[in-house]
């Protein structure tokens, strides 16, 4: 069925005997499991423990496929240049970022750069290279955007272009206590944006929604993911004990209308490559052919600094590799399984009821997902059992907390402010060892697991009470079993 013959790669402690069933795929059962560690993601999971955990191919990358996963994951990690006439050029005029790999390091979360400023005593949210980690929405009270702005703000510019305005941050702590007296601390950060270039926009008609990048860990997975599966779930998301019930996003794009599964409002129905480009980089494609500050004075400056708009800046080429190369990535396995902690925890989180929402076990569709390039990788499909941490549903995660929660008032397709993705889990035990830090929630305000935590309000308000009441050893318990997935 299949004409690509595979070859594998003998990856450390990971063995794979390369037998194949009937029709040519792999199957679990040729997946050798090193002892302690357990599968993710079927025949995708990979067994390495390193910085570049996120960033291994899938077993079953061979051949022509592997050329074009290291031609895709080289353009993600290239840094794009304002000199439009070379390949990699076109960055801007305005941009959040300057490469996909700048704001998802190692096909991760860069250390969110106003926590950076912030420890070397700034207020500036932008990093100390005019770098931003991460995306800000702005918003008028009523919804709409300002037409002088768009959807994000671009704080960065090639040389001799005007910003679109100037990210700021405080942060705000309050000291709490769980019930059995041991303290902890959550952190509120407070954007401000000033030097706006075009109308100063006062704060009273601003909402601002920062968020830090997402982890790239089953990008493939979740785009095959069988959403018939998804909506069967949010049919079944129903507990009333806990206060618990999850609803679909639906997004709607190029007249097509889909399950959301991507993006901290699932209001991203493929993997956003031509979006990245345009929107957070400033280079056009096929897709979106105008720079994203079309209309603005940025457009004009940028021609007398000599940028032409004539040829779109990034090849569909380019696009579908990198396309590829998230798709294939392989999933890191779960690890130190046996270890009694981590299984003591485990339990701990189901009586908690935290995988009513970080739902364990899904599955992905018959037939995988069908890239940008338009080919299907069989491999995704085959309703291949995966362990995502997530029912990929909208819950409201609360507005009470410090008069804030994390109600971030912005409306994305069906998600309302309060309403969030449930962020998959896999691989979160490794953001430390990837990125170098555990800040963790859609705007990175919890510096740890205890903070992630204890933010959760709303639908995830009952979970979090037991959580809150459990005993110093078994809160200890629960987290050492998440730095196991
Ligand atoms: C300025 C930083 C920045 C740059 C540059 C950037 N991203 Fe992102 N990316 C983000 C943030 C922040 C999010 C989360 C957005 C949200 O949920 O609203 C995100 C989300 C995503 C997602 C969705 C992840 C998920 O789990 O659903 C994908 C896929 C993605 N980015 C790919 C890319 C690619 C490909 C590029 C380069 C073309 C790119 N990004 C460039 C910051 C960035
Ligand atoms: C009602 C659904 C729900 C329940 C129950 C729930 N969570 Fe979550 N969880 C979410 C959502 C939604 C987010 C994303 C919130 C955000 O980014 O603002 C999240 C985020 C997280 C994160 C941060 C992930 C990251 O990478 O940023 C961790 C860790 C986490 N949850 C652990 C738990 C644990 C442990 C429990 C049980 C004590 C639990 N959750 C219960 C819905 C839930």
Same mark, same amino acid.
């Given at each position: 069925?299949?004409?690509?013959?595979?070859?594998?790669?003998?990856?450390?402690?990971?063995?794979?005997?390369?037998?194949?069933?009937?029709?040519?795929?792999?199957?679990?059962?040729?997946?050798?499991?090193?002892?302690?560690?357990?599968?993710?993601?079927?025949?995708?999971?990979?067994?390495?423990?390193?910085?570049?955990?996120?960033?291994?191919?899938?077993?079953?990358?061979?051949?022509?496929?592997?050329?074009?996963?290291?031609?895709?994951?080289?353009?993600?990690?290239?840094?794009?240049?304002?000199?439009?006439?070379?390949?990699?050029?076109?960055?801007?005029?305005?941009?959040?970022?300057?490469?996909?790999?700048?704001?998802?390091?190692?096909?991760?979360?860069?250390?969110?750069?106003?926590?950076?400023?912030?420890?070397?005593?700034?207020?500036?949210?932008?990093?100390?290279?005019?770098?931003?980690?991460?995306?800000?929405?702005?918003?008028?009270?009523?919804?709409?955007?300002?037409?002088?702005?768009?959807?994000?703000?671009?704080?960065?510019?090639?040389?001799?272009?005007?910003?679109?305005?100037?990210?700021?941050?405080?942060?705000?702590?309050?000291?709490?206590?769980?019930?059995?007296?041991?303290?902890?601390?959550?952190?509120?950060?407070?954007?401000?944006?000033?030097?706006?270039?075009?109308?100063?926009?006062?704060?009273?008609?601003?909402?601002?929604?920062?968020?830090?990048?997402?982890?790239?860990?089953?990008?493939?997975?979740?785009?095959?993911?069988?959403?018939?599966?998804?909506?069967?779930?949010?049919?079944? /998301?129903?507990?009333?004990?806990?206060?618990? /019930?999850g609803?679909?996003?639906?997004?709607?794009?190029?007249?097509?209308?889909?399950?959301?599964?991507?993006?901290?409002?699932?209001?991203?129905?493929?993997?956003?490559?031509?979006?990245?480009?345009?929107?957070?980089?400033?280079?056009?494609?096929?897709?979106?052919?105008?720079?994203?500050?079309?209309?603005?004075?940025?457009?004009?400056?940028?021609?007398?600094?000599?940028? /032409?708009?004539?040829?779109?800046?990034?090849?569909?080429?380019?696009?579908?590799?990198?396309?590829?190369?998230?798709?294939?990535?392989?999933?890191?396995?779960?690890?130190?399984?046996?270890?009694?902690?981590?299984?003591?925890?485990?339990?701990?989180?189901?009586?908690?009821?935290?995988?009513?929402c970080h739902?364990?076990?899904?599955?992905?569709?018959?037939?995988?997902?069908?890239?940008?390039?338009?080919?299907?990788?069989?491999?995704?499909?085959?309703?291949?059992?995966?362990?995502?941490?997530s029912d990929f549903l909208?819950h409201?995660?609360?507005?009470?907390?410090?008069?804030?929660?994390?109600?971030?008032?912005?409306?994305?397709?069906?998600?309302?402010?309060?309403?969030?993705r449930t962020t998959?889990?896999?691989?979160?035990?490794?953001?430390?060892?990837?990125?170098?830090?555990?800040?963790?929630?859609?705007?990175?305000?919890?510096?740890?697991?205890?903070?992630?935590?204890?933010?959760?309000?709303?639908?995830?308000?009952?979970?979090?009470?037991?959580?809150?009441?459990?005993?110093?050893?078994?809160?200890?318990?629960?987290?050492?079993?998440?730095?196991?997935?």
């Amino acid at each position: 069925m299949n004409p690509i013959k595979y070859s594998f790669l003998l990856l450390g402690a990971l063995s794979l005997s390369a037998c194949e069933d009937n029709d040519g795929q792999l199957t679990i059962a040729d997946v050798d499991v090193p002892a302690g560690y357990a599968l993710s993601a079927g025949t995708a999971t990979e067994f390495s423990r390193s910085a570049f955990s996120y960033d291994q191919p899938a077993s079953w990358i061979s051949g022509e496929y592997n050329a074009l996963f290291n031609k895709g994951d080289r353009l993600y990690d290239n840094v794009a240049t304002s000199n439009y006439n070379h390949a990699g050029g076109g960055l801007g005029p305005v941009y959040a970022g300057y490469s996909c790999g700048g704001c998802h390091r190692n096909a991760g979360r860069t250390e969110p750069s106003y926590w950076t400023a912030f420890k070397n005593g700034s207020r500036k949210a932008t990093g100390e290279y005019g770098f931003t980690s991460m995306l800000c929405y702005v918003t008028r009270r009523n919804g709409k955007f300002f037409q002088n702005y768009g959807r994000v703000i671009h704080d960065n510019t090639i040389y001799g272009v005007t910003p679109e305005g100037e990210i700021h941050f405080e942060i705000d702590s309050a000291v709490y206590r769980f019930p059995d007296g041991e303290r902890y601390t959550l952190c509120y950060p407070r954007f401000s944006i000033t030097k706006w270039y075009a109308d100063s926009i006062r704060p009273e008609d601003l909402f601002i929604s920062v968020r830090i990048p997402l982890r790239h860990v089953g990008q493939g997975q979740i785009m095959a993911l069988d959403r018939t599966e998804i909506q069967q779930l949010a049919a079944r /998301s129903n507990y009333p004990r806990w206060g618990i /019930s999850g609803r679909c996003n639906v997004v709607s794009e190029r007249n097509v209308s889909q399950i959301g599964v991507g993006g901290n409002k699932a209001h991203h129905g493929d993997l956003t490559v031509e979006l990245g480009y345009s929107s957070d980089m400033g280079l056009t494609n096929s897709r979106y052919p105008e720079e994203i500050c079309r209309g603005q004075r940025q457009i004009e400056e940028g021609s007398m600094m000599g940028l /032409s708009y004539e040829k779109l800046d990034v090849s569909t080429a380019d696009m579908e590799a990198v396309d590829l190369y998230l798709h294939s990535l392989g999933v890191p396995a779960r690890r130190d399984v046996n270890d009694p902690d981590v299984q003591a925890g485990e339990k701990l989180f189901y009586k908690a009821g935290c995988h009513l929402c970080h739902v364990t076990t899904l599955h992905t569709n018959k037939r995988g997902s069908t890239l940008l390039a338009g080919l299907t990788l069989p491999w995704l499909g085959g309703r291949q059992t995966i362990h995502p941490y997530s029912d990929f549903l909208l819950h409201d995660m609360g507005s009470e907390i410090m008069g804030v929660g994390l109600n971030d008032n912005m409306v994305s397709g069906l998600a309302r402010g309060n309403e969030w993705r449930t962020t998959p889990l896999w691989g979160i035990g490794l953001q430390q060892l990837v990125n170098g830090h555990t800040y963790f929630l859609h705007d990175g305000r919890a510096r740890n697991f205890t903070e992630a935590i204890m933010w959760h309000g709303g639908e995830a308000e009952a979970s979090k009470q037991v959580f809150a009441h459990y005993s110093k050893a078994q809160r200890a318990q629960l987290i050492r079993f998440l730095w196991s997935l």
